[in-house]
């Protein structure tokens, strides 16, 4: 959540940064909202002070016995006046809050103003997109032949876009985030994590889920609670400080988990409509990490590189781009995409998404630290990141390492997880 008073300070730039986004914010009703609230506390505090002072003077009236109702009378009505005020100013400041909260991100200077995810620059590549002899297949046919995947069933279980992952499909998918987590909490410096897999309005708000994007949370149908399924293991893993003011001493901090995803995917109706790209449930292997502000573009370089590594140690081709305006996440400062080579598309597609949230998120969950004892809290920096997501790296792996006999290769720092070289 970006400080009203940054809004109101840097009004023409934010009007800027929410065009280049293409969003919509009505930040003449925020600025109109922002002026009448502080208007309306100046105009309170006036009147506060007035009754202290009168008030005063009631008690020296009532100390020379001397008649003091006509004040006493005006103070009752200037109390009640003030009731109002104060209800007034708790309305417009909820108003005012419903606003910001919908108010997205600064982008870091660095980032390049783009229209789509057409204009994002790559980075840089690695590996080189893998050839055949013969046609590829999709994954979900690869899957479908070999009888590891089963779309057809989960659909009659639970509707489009969920499947059945059957004997070595399963096997995989388990391998797949079990080498994840190995690599991040021994190689990468991350502490393992089970977090609640359903969390309060309170927790999404802090991570920027909500209000903007509740047409695509799972929310629960329980009597007396407001709860919902986790779009991703940053929402429980960001909020674990919530409330919170951390010593400078504790960061950075690095967590991981392994986490079942759920979102209705509203907005993608008719994209990726076979297969394990985009589902409404799904695995997820999440990296968050809490930092100083001046290390927080260190961490973001170093985040992005754990998410490669997992693709590197698979063998499998890919690039990282830099997201540009139009196509950022509504949270995060700067955010590089790592996209892995499918074959059978003949392009490239997002396995992991890699976001430095400078204090935004912080602000809405309120999560501080302090320099020393004696300093003025500070907001922390979260991120946040794919390491990766399982299902996508499963059908990478399908369609990279699939065979002319319709078989598929494991990849070889799977082999001991899988206890087997080939899937057939």
Known sequence: MLDAKFVRENLEAVRENIKNRNAHVDLDAFIALDSKRRTLIQQVETMKNERNTVTQEISRLKRNKEDASALIEAMK???DTIAVQDKEIHQVAEA???????????CHPSVPVGKDDSQNPEVRKWGEPTNFSFTPK??????????ILDAERAAKVAGARFYYYIGAGARLERAVYNFMLDRHTEKDGYTEVIPPYIVNRKAMT???QLPKFSEDMYQLQVEGQDMFLIPTAEVPLTNYYSGEILRADQLPVYVTALTPCFRAEAGSAGRDTRGLIRQHQFQKVEMVKYTTPESSYDELDKLTRNAEDILKALELPYHVVC??????GFSAAKTFDVEVWFPAQGKYREISSCSNTEDFQARRANIRFRRDTK??????????GSGLAVGRTVAAILENYQQADGSVAV???????MHCDVIK
């Open 138 to 147: 999709e994954h979900w046919e690869i899957g479908e032949n070999l009888g």
């Open 96 to 106: 005012l809050r419903q606003i910001q909260l919908m108010i997205p991100n600064m």
């Open 411 to 417: 990849p070889e720092v799977l082999r001991p997880y």
């Open 77 to 79: 009505k200037l109390g």
């Open 323 to 328: 997201l540009c305006t139009g196509d950022i």
């Open 375 to 384: 300093a003025k809290p500070e907001y922390v920096h979260t991120l946040n």
């Open 206 to 208: 802090g991570t920027g």
